[in-house]
C-alpha cells in the first residue's frame, strides 16, 4: 500500500510516502508437512495421508502417478512398473510419486527443504531419479530441484538413502497458492522392480508458517522547529519482530533501527524523523520468535454415544513410539484405566525414554505402571490415602504430556487434551491439542509438571503465564476465586476483557453485571461466541451473566452443554437473554470461542483445556486452560463445535 500527502506546516513539505509491506525472514528448521510410514502394511493403500500438518496448511496424499503400479513393501510406498527407457520417457508416462500441500488464504509458508528416503530391493530397480516443483498442477513447466543416480540396494530392503534437499532461499508459497512435488525415477532393468519411499519415513517438508494479518497503519506528523516528525502505528501480533526501512528511490533499503522491534501488543508504532522532502518507508514483518507446529485431533461421539473412537489414544501411542531413547516425557493425567495406554508408556519405558507421570486415580493400569515402572509414578493422595490432587483440595484434574524430543525432528512437544484414558472416555467427545517445536510454552508445563511432582500444596496457586506468541496459560487451583461474582475467574474476566476492548463500561457489584453501551457504535452482529462444555454448574454463574449481557447487547452467543452437569440457573440465565442452548450426552470437550472486530481485524480467541466451569474447577483442582489467539486453532475448534450441533443425539433447549 503507497500513501503520499502533502500539508502545510509553516511551509511546504512534501511529506514521505509510506510503502507499508510484510517481509518473511529465515526460519527455524521445523517440519511443517510429514508422511510417515511406520504403520503402513504391506497391502498398501493407493495414497497416504500425512500424518504431521501444520496448522495454515491442506495436506495432499502422497499418491503414485498414473503410470505405476502398487508394491507390496512394508513401512514404504513402494511401485512397479517402471519403464526402462530414457529420462523423456519417464516424464511422459506419468511414473512418479506425488506430494504438496496448499496454504490457507490468511497464511504462508516459507519453505526451506525436502527431506525423503529411498529403497531399491534389487539391481534392477530404477537408479536415477528427480523431484521436481510445481505451483500450478504441473500444467506448465516445473522446477527441477534434484536429480542424482542411486545404485545401492538390498535385497531385504531394509536399508535405503536419505536425501535433503533444500529450496531456492526465499522460497515463499503465497496465502491460498498450491505446491506439488513429483518424484521421477526411471533407469530401471526390469518393469516389476521394487523402488519405494521409505522405510518408515516418508517426504517430510521444513519450513515455518505463520499467519498473515492485514495491515492497518495510521501515520500522524507535527512540526519540530522547521522539520517535521511523525509516528507511524501499525497492526501487530505479540511476539512477531517487525522493522523499519527506509528508501529515497525505492531501489535500495535502510533499516533505521540495528534491532528490530518484538510486538508485545496488537498495535505497534515508531517515531519518523523526516529528513528529506521525500522518502519511502516500510514496516516489515518477520515472523514469530519461535515457529511452533499446532495440530488438533478429535475423538468424535457416535451417533448412539456408544461407538468407540480411538484417534487420541492413537496419536499419544504414535508420538511414544517417536519417542528418543534417553530423552523425556513427561505427564499429568486425572483417571487411567486403559490397560492398551498403560502397555504403550511401558514400552516405551523399556525403550530407555524417560518417563514420569503424575496421576490422579488407581486403577488396575495405574498399578499395571507402578509395577513396570517403579519410583516414576507419583499419585498426589490425601490423608485417607485415596486420590487427590496434587496443588489445591480437590482432584489432579490435568490432561497433558510433554515430549522433549521425537525422532521426526519435533523437539519441545505440548499435548494438551480434554480426554482421560478411560473407557467412558473413547466414546464421548473430546479435542486434543499438539503443538510442537514450542519451546516456550514447553518451559512452562515442564516448570508446572515438576510442582506437581513435589506434592506440596499450594492451594491457591493462581498462576498465569504469557508467552512470546500472545497465547496465555492460566493453572488452577485459584482458591479465592468467586465463580458467582467473576472475581479471579479467568474465564469471565476474559470475556470482561473482550466487552472493553469493544468498547463497552463495565457496571458489577457482587453477582450484578451489566454493560453501558459505548458511545460509538459497535457492530455487534458480527461478535460471534461458541461454547462447548462438559461440566457447567451453577457456582459458575458469572459466566452466564457475562454472556447474557453480551447476548443482549446484540452478539450471536450459541452454547452446547452436557446435560450431566448442566446447572438449571446457569441455562436459564442463558435462555433468558436469548443465547442458544443445546444439551449433548456424548460431550466431554471445554470449549469457548471468541470471534469479534477490534480496531478493524477478526480476533479469535479459543479457550480450551482440562478446565470445565464448575467451582471446584476453580478453587480445588489442579487444572489447564489456554488462551490461544491461532485463527486456524479457532477455525478448527468452531468446525467440530458445528458438528457437535447436528449430532443426532443433540437436544435444543
Known amino acids: 500500500m503507497m500513501i503520499s500527502a502533502s500539508k502545510s506546516l509553516g511551509r511546504s513539505w512534501a511529506l514521505p510516502a509510506l510503502l507499508l509491506t510484510f517481509t518473511l525472514a529465515a526460519s527455524a528448521q521445523n517440519p511443517v508437512l510429514n508422511y510417515r510410514l511406520a504403520t503402513a502394511t504391506s497391502a498398501q493403500d493407493p495414497a497416504r495421508e500425512a500424518n504431521l500438518v501444520a496448522l495454515g496448511l491442506h495436506a495432499e496424499e502422497l499418491t503414485r502417478g498414473p503410470g505405476l503400479e502398487v508394491a507390496i513393501l512394508s513401512q514404504s510406498f513402494a511401485a512397479t512398473g517402471w519403464n526402462t527407457g530414457t529420462e523423456a520417457n519417464e516424464l511422459s508416462e506419468d511414473q512418479y510419486w506425488s506430494f504438496g500441500a496448499q496454504t490457507r488464504a490468511d497464511y504462508r509458508l516459507h519453505l526451506e527443504r525436502v527431506e525423503f528416503q529411498l529403497v531399491r530391493n534389487s539391481s534392477e530397480a530404477p537408479a536415477s531419479f528427480e523431484l521436481r516443483l510445481s505451483r500450478d498442477g504441473f500444467a506448465s513447466e516445473s522446477m527441477s530441484l534434484h536429480s542424482s543416480s542411486y545404485t545401492e540396494h538390498a535385497p531385504d530392503a531394509e536399508s535405503g538413502q536419505h536425501f535433503s534437499v533444500d529450496l531456492p532461499e526465499g522460497f515463499v508459497v503465497e496465502p491460498g497458492q498450491t505446491i506439488e512435488f513429483r518424484l521421477y525415477a526411471w533407469d530401471a532393468e526390469s518393469a516389476q522392480a521394487v523402488a519405494a519411499l521409505g522405510r518408515s519415513q516418508g517426504p517430510k517438508l521444513i519450513g515455518r508458517i505463520h499467519d498473515v494479518l492485514p495491515l492497518q497503519t495510521r501515520l500522524s506528523w507535527a512540526e519540530n522547529g522547521s522539520t517535521p516528525s511523525g509516528n507511524l502505528q501499525w497492526s501487530s501480533r505479540p511476539g512477531y519482530r517487525y522493522g523499519i526501512q527506509v528508501s529515497e528511490d525505492l531501489n535500495s533499503w535502510d533499516q533505521l533501527d540495528a534491532t528490530k522491534l518484538l510486538a508485545d501488543s496488537w498495535s505497534s508504532s515508531s517515531e519518523l524523523a523526516f529528513d528529506a522532502d521525500s522518502q519511502f518507508y516500510r514496516v516489515t514483518q518477520e515472523g514469530p520468535e519461535e515457529s511452533p507446529v499446532n495440530e488438533i485431533f478429535y475423538s468424535i461421539g457416535g451417533p448412539t454415544g456408544t461407538e468407540e473412537d480411538l484417534t487420541l489414544e492413537d496419536k499419544v501411542i504414535e508420538l511414544l513410539e517417536l519417542a528418543v531413547p534417553g530423552t523425556k516425557v513427561r505427564g499429568a493425567l ?7 495406554m498403560a502397555d504403550a508408556f511401558i514400552a516405551a519405558h523399556n525403550r530407555g525414554v524417560d518417563i514420569e507421570l503424575v496421576i490422579g486415580s488407581d486403577f488396575a493400569a495405574v498399578s499395571q505402571l507402578e509395577a513396570a ?14 486420590a487427590s490432587s496434587c496443588l489445591g483440595g480437590g482432584i489432579n484434574h490435568n490432561k497433558f504430556f510433554l515430549f522433549s524430543e521425537l525422532s521426526d525432528g519435533s523437539r519441545d512437544v505440548v499435548i494438551q487434551s480434554s480426554a482421560n484414558f478411560t473407557n467412558p472416555q473413547i466414546v464421548n467427545h473430546n479435542v486434543m491439542l499438539i503443538f510442537r517445536n514450542h519451546a516456550a510454552m514447553y518451559d512452562v508445563f515442564d516448570s508446572y509438571w515438576e510442582d506437581l511432582n513435589a506434592n506440596v500444596s499450594m492451594p491457591n496457586y493462581n498462576r498465569q503465564e504469557t508467552l512470546p506468541t500472545g497465547d496465555r496459560i492460566y493453572f488452577a487451583p485459584y482458591f479465592d476465586g468467586n465463580g458467582d461474582t467473576g472475581a479471579g475467574d479467568p474465564v469471565a474476566l476474559r470475556l470482561e476483557q473482550m466487552a472493553e476492548e469493544l468498547g463497552f463500561q463495565i457496571a458489577k457489584a457482587g453477582n450484578f453485571f451489566a454493560l453501558i453501551p459505548p458511545t460509538q457504535p459497535v457492530d455487534m ?6 461454547v462447548g462444555m462438559a461440566f457447567w454448574t451453577n457456582a459458575r454463574a458469572a459466566i452466564a451473566r457475562r454472556l447474557a449481557a453480551l447476548s443482549q447487547a ?7 452443554m452436557n446435560p450431566e452437569s448442566a446447572g438449571e440457573n446457569v441455562i436459564s440465565i442463558l435462555l433468558d437473554a436469548s443465547v442458544d442452548v443445546s444439551l449433548l450426552s456424548t460431550l466431554h470437550s471445554k470449549t469457548m470461542l471468541l470471534d469479534y472486530p477490534v480496531d478493524g481485524q477478526r480476533r479469535q480467541v479459543s479457550l480450551t483445556g482440562s478446565h470445565n466451569y464448575t467451582s471446584p474447577a476453580l478453587r480445588s483442582n489442579d487444572e489447564v486452560l489456554l488462551e490461544l489467539y491461532d485463527p486456524a486453532i479457532h477455525d478448527s475448534l468452531l468446525a467440530d463445535w458445528k458438528s457437535m450441533s447436528t449430532h443426532p443425539l443433540i437436544q435444543p433447549q
Open 334 to 340: 486425572y483417571t487411567w484405566s486403559r490397560s492398551r
Open 373 to 386: 515402572m517403579p519410583g516414576r509414578i507419583q499419585r498426589c493422595l490425601d490423608s485417607s490415602n485415596l
Open 525 to 530: 452482529e458480527s461478535v460471534r461466541i461458541h
Open 554 to 560: 446484540g452478539a450471536d452467543i450459541q452454547v452446547i
